[in-house]
Every structure is written in structure tokens, then in C-alpha cells.
């Protein structure tokens, strides 16, 4: 495949800091040899959402206010930092959570959402979604397509949303942008992708040296994911994976991605195909970093960097528009 040229590089320096050094280093020594002993199987996978419970122990460092929405097959979070009014006059990010098809959730990711809605100054919308093993790849877009619509009922303009996610949920902030025009929804202003799952193909990734290298997560777990959510009677769909879809209709986005993870091919082949599309777009590369580590490590410095540049891309690429009444 032809890969998009420069993409930029962090940190800046070309070294990364002490603390993450550190911290990949846990990962890779003891989380992931321990991951590779989980059989992927349903009955495992139900335990999964235990893991967002256990998050609800994990401190968040910037003072946020927390809504929480149940409206039909709508289940969301509003996050807003300290000093972000109510409503949605200025815009908001719809963040889908990542997890793998399998896990994550409001508890997992709320750290993130809060340093993005401090630094954005948006309430951030975290998105709950059905996964496996009780709902397929597509019910996933279903349920996003659907908080998207309800964030649009709130009387946002479509052009101040940001969709955002990471791993699964950068597949699925894609996904959700791509399949806006089928159910008949305005596109949103922009797209931002962290550490994004892009194609559930493994051909290629598996074939590529980051399968080698990938300090956190096995590769046969993806494959083996990819296999629940997406094959029917034994068959991958290609059109189920974003990186295959009508890119032309895509808005601005922002793809962010890890030098050795296992996922970087998907995140350069997107952007080369965005390029191709003539979608205007990012590719960041952190070096020395794990799988969606914002979302994991969120207080390390890089961590911090990336938050600080999806808030310049969110800028930039997003219209503060007058929210006009809900009808």
C-alpha cells in the first residue's frame, strides 16, 4: 500500500520523557504477557465491563461536571470542566470510548474527557455503546449514529461537533461520520482518531513489523475480534471497515497513532487514502509510546501533547455556531 508522506512526529525532541519510558516499560514486562493468556470467547467477554467498574477508582485531576443521559436507545455522559457553561452554543465533542469491540466505558475514559473538555472548553459527550459479545460492529455504529442524533436534537450545529475516539472508538467515530449520510444526518465539522482501529482486515498489520513490536496489546486478539464483530457465515465484510469507505465525504480529521503499535499501519493507510480523497487531514506518530495512551496514561507529558493538539485541530476546524432551539 502507498503510505502518506511526513506525517509529524513527538516529541519534538525525538526522545520521550522518563515517565513514559517507565510506564511502557510496566506495560510491556507484565500486561501484555498476561493478555496474551485471556481466551477471547463470549463467556470471557461478559466479564469485561468489570474493568470500567474497577475505573471508577481512578482519580480525575481536573475539577468536571458529570450529566448523565438514558433517552431511548441513547446512553451518554456530559462532561464539562470547571468554567464550560451548560448547553451547546459553542460546539461539542461526541466521544465514542475505545476497549477493543469488548470493554471501556464512561469510567474508563473520563479522565480523557475531562482534559479534553478543559482544553477545548466543549462539554465532551462520551457515547455508551452495545459491544460484543451481545452486539455486532455494526449495532456499535447503530448506537453512536443514534447519540448523534440526540446531540443534533439538543439544537447543536452539526458543524461545531467534533466526533472523537480511540482504538474501537476511533473506528467508530469514522464509521459514524461515514454512515451520517446514509441515515440522513448532517456531517459533523471534524474527526479525530487516537491509536484508531480502521480496518478489521488483518492480512496486512499482521504482516507488517509492528506485530513485532507491540508492547501492549497481542495481535491474535484483534484478529480474533475481528472474527466475533465482523465475519458473517465466515466472511469479513470489507465495507464494514471505515479505511474502505466513501472517504470524499469525510470533514477535517485527525489521526494520532503510536510508532510500534500494531494499529500505526491503519492510521497510515487512511491517511494516504484521505490524501487520495483530497479530505483534508493530520497524521501524528508518538514515539515510544503504548496503544492509546492518552486513555491509559493520561497525566504522562505526551499525554498532555496530544490533548493539546486535538484542542488546536478543534480550533481550527470547527465553527463556533449559535445553537438554534430543538424542535
Not at 481536573?62 to 456530559?78: F, L, N, W, Y
Not at 470542566?81 to 452554543?89: K, L, Q, T
Not at 472548553?121 to 455486532?136: C, F, N
Not at 465495507?239 to 474502505?244: H, Q, T
Request: charge should be negative; include cysteine; charged fraction near 20%.
Amino acid at each position: 500500500m502507498t503510505l502518506t508522506p511526513e506525517p509529524r512526529h513527538h516529541p519534538e525532541g525525538g526522545r520521550p520523557s522518563r515517565r513514559s519510558v517507565v510506564a511502557t516499560r510496566l506495560v510491556r514486562g507484565l500486561v501484555r504477557p498476561a493478555l496474551r493468556h485471556v481466551p477471547i470467547t463470549p463467556p470471557v467477554l461478559r466479564v469485561a465491563p468489570l474493568i470500567d467498574l474497577a475505573a471508577r477508582l481512578l482519580p480525575v485531576q481536573t475539577g468536571i461536571d458529570v450529566e448523565t443521559v438514558r433517552d431511548g436507545q441513547v446512553h451518554c455522559e456530559i462532561v464539562r470542566a470547571d468554567g464550560v457553561g451548560e448547553g451547546y452554543a459553542r460546539g461539542s465533542v461526541l466521544y465514542f470510548h475505545g476497549g477493543g469491540f469488548v470493554a471501556g466505558g464512561f469510567h474508563t475514559h473520563r479522565r480523557l474527557a475531562a482534559a479534553l473538555s478543559e482544553r477545548t472548553g466543549l462539554p465532551v459527550v462520551q457515547a455508551r455503546y452495545r459491544y460484543l459479545p451481545d452486539a455486532t460492529v455494526p449495532e456499535s455504529v447503530s448506537d453512536c449514529l443514534a447519540a448523534y442524533r440526540w446531540l443534533l436534537g439538543q439544537g447543536i450545529a452539526p458543524e461545531s461537533v467534533v466526533f472523537a475516539g480511540d482504538s474501537a472508538g476511533g473506528f467508530l467515530s469514522l464509521s459514524t461520520a461515514l454512515g451520517s449520510a446514509t441515515a440522513d444526518l448532517p456531517s459533523p465539522g471534524a474527526v479525530v482518531a487516537v491509536s484508531p482501529w480502521l480496518d478489521l482486515d488483518m492480512a496486512d498489520k499482521l504482516a507488517h513489523r509492528n506485530a513485532a513490536t507491540e508492547p501492549f496489546l497481542p495481535a491474535a486478539a484483534f484478529a480474533r475480534i475481528a472474527e466475533l464483530g465482523g465475519h458473517l457465515d465466515g466472511h469479513l465484510d470489507p465495507a464494514l471497515s471505515p479505511v474502505n469507505g466513501d472517504l470524499a465525504t469525510l470533514p477535517p480529521t485527525l489521526l494520532l497513532a503510536c510508532d510500534d503499535e500494531f494499529l500505526r499501519l491503519d492510521s497510515e493507510v487512511m491517511a494516504s487514502r484521505l490524501a487520495a480523497a483530497g479530505v483534508p487531514h493530520e497524521l501524528h506518530i508518538w514515539r515510544g509510546q503504548i496503544h492509546a495512551f492518552p486513555v491509559v496514561f493520561p497525566f504522562l507529558p505526551e499525554s498532555r501533547e496530544v490533548t493539546e493538539v486535538i484542542a488546536r485541530f478543534v480550533r481550527e476546524h470547527v465553527r463556533a455556531a449559535v445553537a438554534t432551539p430543538a424542535a
